[in-house]
């Protein structure tokens, strides 16, 4: 009766065991890309925050990194797909070399991630990662003996200099990594006022074509040359 018991106990430790596996899996899951195995962006996001408190204490800057991937739509269009996968792997090994230990990389979908490079007072240690992480995507990959050649554009905010607010800081570099996207790709930008103007005016221009398209106050009108 007693070896029954112990047997039993000994399933029972098993299965827990088993069971907080399962569930240490599921909350790795829950906050990693299952390709890159970096932290998703909701990871990142709470990384992020901790870093910020961190620079209120301490008095330092952040800067937050949107970096998007140039030429990948023509990997996508032209390779299968687990060419696609290691190519993003490689990418994700080539920019954490770039960076210092401590520094923070997420995947936040497809071609995009972010970076956020932390404690520092002069924000050249921005803009000498974002030129290595350049270079570094420069290189061409090769991937089951093709040559694939890629770059990247990178927008950067800096807290607290250009704002306070997470969702703002996002959206300041993703303003400034469409800038890049407009000057040439492959390059750098930090986010300037200037940029949401831009922004805000083209937004303002786009929307009043829609509505003009829309209650077809369009005409055509022809000039014999």
Same mark, same amino acid.
């Given at each position: ?5 112990? #047997?039993?106990?000994? $399933? ?7 069971? &907080? ?5 599921? $909350?790795?899951?829950? @906050? %990693? ?12 996001? &709470? ?11 301490? #008095? ?10 140039? $030429?990948? +739509?023509?990997?996508? !269009?032209?390779?299968? %797909?687990?060419?696609? !996968? ?7 090994? =080539? ?15 497809? !071609? ?8 520092? +007072?002069?924000?050249?240690? *921005?803009?000498?990662?974002? =030129? ?13 003996? %093709?040559?694939? %050649? ?11 200099? /250009?704002?306070? /607010?997470?969702? @703002?800081?996002?959206?300041? *570099? /993703? ?34 074509? =829609? ?15």
């Amino acid at each position: 009766m007693r070896l029954e018991s112990l #047997d039993l106990l000994r $399933k029972q430790e098993k299965s827990i065991e088993e069971l &907080e596996q399962v569930t240490q899996e599921m $909350k790795h899951l829950a @906050i %990693h890309d299952p390709l890159t195995k970096l932290p998703n962006r909701v990871w990142f996001l &709470e990384q992020l925050n901790s870093l910020i408190s961190f620079s209120n204490r301490h #008095d330092t800057k952040i800067a937050f990194m949107f970096i998007d991937l140039d $030429k990948f +739509k023509y990997v996508n !269009d032209n390779y299968w %797909h687990h060419i696609w !996968d290691e190519l993003l792997v490689s990418v994700t090994e =080539r920019i954490k070399h770039t960076l210092r230990g401590e520094d923070v990389i997420g995947r936040q979908w497809w !071609d995009e991630f972010f970076v956020a490079i932390w404690d520092f +007072k002069d924000i050249e240690i *921005a803009s000498k990662v974002a =030129r290595k992480i350049i270079e570094a995507l420069k290189t061409p990959f090769i991937i089951e003996n %093709h040559e694939i %050649h890629i770059g990247s554009s990178i927008g950067i905010s800096i807290y607290p200099d /250009d704002t306070k /607010d997470v969702s @703002i800081l996002q959206q300041y *570099a /993703d303003l400034a990594m469409y800038s890049v996207k407009g000057s040439g790709r492959n390059w750098y930008h930090f986010y300037t006022d200037s940029m949401q103007k831009d922004a805000e005016e083209y937004n303002k221009i786009s929307n009043a074509l =829609r509505h003009a398209i829309e209650k077809q106050e369009f005409s055509m009108v022809y000039q014999p040359i």
